[in-house]
């Protein structure tokens, strides 16, 4: 069955260190790949995203993302992490090679990033 | 330029009771889409919007919910009657034409059933 995952539930980060947050997906070819955010009492906001080319990814807010087909994974990460980075953070994905207008996200379950000073 | 909207911000009612959820897109956006995460688990489309005509409601849960889209600008999603397992956070997203375009998220609705 195709599927993302997050394994990390909860991570807690000092602030100025790195943080990387998993996600790993079950599809039969690759698919698109986005990284959203969900701050407290805000909307989800859209870091970055691949469909295909430069593995590497950068995004807003200092956030980047490596795809790596061999592992059917795309890590986020950010080199120091500040307060305001504390959020809950959701990898999704869209089937590639749909020709129909637009299409459904599938989430992973979300990791919580809680950022201590 | 606005962002998509959504309204109520939080609704709570009773069991059997009838709530009506409503999303404004980002103008211009054809592509309009619901989904809930209840709580604990994960964000769960619904239903996606051409325009007016429904594309793809395989996520929708049962016929207690229904969702319009009137003239092709607003939508609305009917929960009635509610029922206990609805509770959760429904949010609205829109897009452009592409399937690799940005979907834009409102702030979502959480919908409390006592």
């Known amino acids: 069955a195709q599927s993302v995952t997050q394994p990390d539930i909860h991570i807690t980060v000092s602030e100025g260190a790195s943080l990387e947050l998993r996600c790993n997906y079950s599809?039969?070819?690759?698919?698109?790949l986005f990284w959203y955010v969900q701050s407290p009492g805000q909307g989800l906001q859209l870091l970055l995203k691949y469909f295909s080319g430069d593995t590497l990814v950068q995004g807003i807010k200092g956030f980047e993302a490596e795809f790596k087909r061999s592992q059917s994974s795309f890590n986020l990460r950010k080199p120091s992490v500040h307060w305001s980075d504390a959020a809950e953070y959701f990898c999704?994905?869209?089937?590639?090679?749909?020709?129909?207008?637009?299409?459904?996200?599938?989430f992973g379950g979300g990791t919580r990033v809680l950022v201590k000073p | 330029e606005a962002g998509v909207t959504q309204f109520p911000s939080h609704s709570v009612i009773e069991k059997g009771q009838t709530v009506t959820l409503r999303c404004d897109p980002i103008?211009?956006?054809?592509?309009l889409y619901w989904y809930r995460r209840v709580m604990g688990k994960e964000i769960k489309f619904l239903l996606h919007?051409?325009?007016?005509?429904?594309?793809?409601e395989s996520g929708m849960p049962n016929n207690r919910f229904l969702a319009e889209r009137t003239g092709g600008t607003y939508s609305t999603l009917k929960v009635q009657p509610a029922e206990l397992e609805d509770s959760g956070v429904y949010f609205c997203a829109s897009s452009q034409e592409r399937a690799t375009d940005t979907q834009y998220f409102g702030p979502g609705t959480r919908l409390t059933v006592l």
């Open positions: 103008s211009g956006h054809d592509n």
């Open positions: 999704a994905v869209v089937p590639a090679g749909i020709k129909a207008a637009g299409n459904k996200l599938t």
């Open positions: 919007f051409v325009k007016e005509s429904k594309q793809d």
């Open positions: 599809y039969g070819a690759t698919p698109y």
